[in-house]
């Protein structure tokens, strides 16, 4: 079955280091989404990529879809004490109708 | 204020024993899910729901069961059959099921002793 796996499973980093985070799937998307996931909190969403090649920008977090839109990263600039939590991408096959969450990567920002 | 609400927020039972837990959407969203989340762990779809009265087992079904009688509820039973119930578990819903983004309740923590 589909399969959407995240590297690093855990970063650590001091705060204004930068951080990017790596999504690669089993087969190509139609889409991805990211979605950022507080300790002890729920999974919030950020953004979707839907163009191969594609990137946005929230601020600080770029994110970026690949060519062949089998992969895509968050990468964040000068990371805050806020950017702590888990990042999650999910992706969707176009003949298929769920939802695929990959592993996810845990951040953690020293001050 | 439009949300999704899961209740209670911690619960505890007793091995053997049933366990509903309740979710509810205002968002006016066709589609449900339930995830299970695991210490560590990324989302595991347990069942989905595009519509009412209709719903999908998705990667992880054994052991659970939902209803979609209603737009807005999609309850989850946790049975006695599942092996490994204790867990962290998320409702969803999106507008439809395509390629709407989530929209998450603050979950609910399941221990099972």
């Known amino acids: 079955g589909q399969q959407v796996m995240q590297i690093p499973q855990y970063q650590h980093v001091q705060e204004g280091e930068d951080f990017t985070t790596y999504c690669n799937s089993s087969?190509?998307?139609?889409?991805i989404q990211w979605y950022k996931q507080r300790p002890g909190g729920h999974p919030v969403f950020l953004i979707q990529?839907?163009?191969?090649?594609e990137v946005k920008k929230q601020k600080r977090l770029t994110f970026q879809f690949g060519e062949a839109k089998k992969n895509s990263s968050l990468h964040i600039t000068a990371t805050q004490t806020t950017d702590v939590g888990t990042y999650f991408c999910?992706?969707?096959?176009?003949?298929?109708?769920?939802?695929?969450f990959g592993t996810g990567t845990r951040l953690l920002v020293s001050p | 204020d439009g949300g999704i609400t899961q209740s209670p927020k911690y619960l505890f039972r007793k091995e053997g024993q049933n366990v509903t837990l309740s979710c509810e959407q205002n968002?006016?969203?066709?589609?449900m899910y339930w995830y299970r989340q695991d210490p560590g762990q990324g989302l595991r779809l347990i069942y989905y729901?595009?519509?009412?009265?209709?719903?999908q087992k998705g990667d992880i079904a054994e052991g659970y069961s939902v209803s979609r009688e209603k737009k807005e509820s999609f309850p989850l039973t946790v049975t006695s059959a599942q092996k490994n119930p204790t867990a962290f578990y998320l409702c969803?819903?999106?507008?439809?099921?395509?390629?709407?983004?989530?929209?998450f309740g603050p979950g609910t923590r399941l221990t099972v002793t």
């Open positions: 969803a819903s999106s507008l439809r099921q395509t390629t709407y983004e989530q929209y």
């Open positions: 729901s595009q519509i009412v009265n209709d719903f």
């Open positions: 990529l839907v163009k191969s090649g």
């Open positions: 968002l006016n969203h066709d589609a």
């Open positions: 999910a992706g969707k096959t176009s003949g298929f109708q769920k939802l695929v």
């Open positions: 087969t190509t998307l139609s889409n």
